[in-house]
DNA sequence: TAATCTCTTGACCTTTACGTAAACATTCTT
DNA sequence: AAGAATGTTTACGTAAAGGTCAAGAGATTA
């Protein structure tokens, strides 16, 4: 496994790349999401191929709907590159269903929620209409 | 129409009975929906059977998913008494008619989000599973 | 009479995922 | 050299729906 040829980046351009805003991405170092990574002159922040896949690995997930705070549980996940493949991944799809599952239950509970309204409405317009026979 | 014979409840009482908590009674007051009502030697809150339906109403509303912003817009609604139903009803009917298609967008969304998860997952255990078999 | 209960208002705390501004350093462009 | 653009950290603001004290007052009960 060789380097990537690709050019870092600064943070500005990186956000301009992903569509997402320089705070977002110095949040998500904040809360421990990214790890630390190069400075220039050791201030400018300075993002590899890497850092880049790993914070769009988060934006996926993000699209997906899980939280920044489940994605934290993941946070050794993001050390793909130096770790056993075999032993990350299990837990991620662990991750995955149990999300899978929520987004069932949640669906559940508005199919649900939306027959109500309909029968609440439903009752509604027959005491309008009774009403206005009056 | 006479006055309703039952017994003015205060809050402690009220929110038993709803089981709710006061301080989500004195909020609803708070953010004005719950219109001024009696009060005990000026002091303690003292709730009418009008007022204990107008809270019903509110909580119904909630459990249709329905948030207090949108239930403020609602407003002259709670003066059942006092308006003319005809005039009011339309109005929480196209409410609800619109808090169905919402719901309808986000069953549509989550649905969509199911699938792109349960994709993702399967790419994963793809690769998984051919990984190990080097 | 003292303890206990329920009430009052006011004000700060919580969660999520950033937005926004201040004040300053460094680098690029004219 | 001067100004613009980009970078830095620190830290407060936001929305929703209340939770959780604090401190005090009136009423009931042992």
Redesign the pocket.
Known sequence: MYKSNKKPV??????KDLN?????I???E?IGLMGKNE???G???SYSADDVLRLKFILKL?TMGI???EIHHLSDIFDINEKDFDMITPRLIEILDNHISKVDEKMANMSSLRNDIVEYRFRITTLLNSNSQN
């Open positions: 600064q943070i500005g351009e990186l956000a997402i805003t320089t705070r977002t110095r949040y998500y904040e400075r220039l002159n201030a400018t922040r993000k939280s920044l705070k």
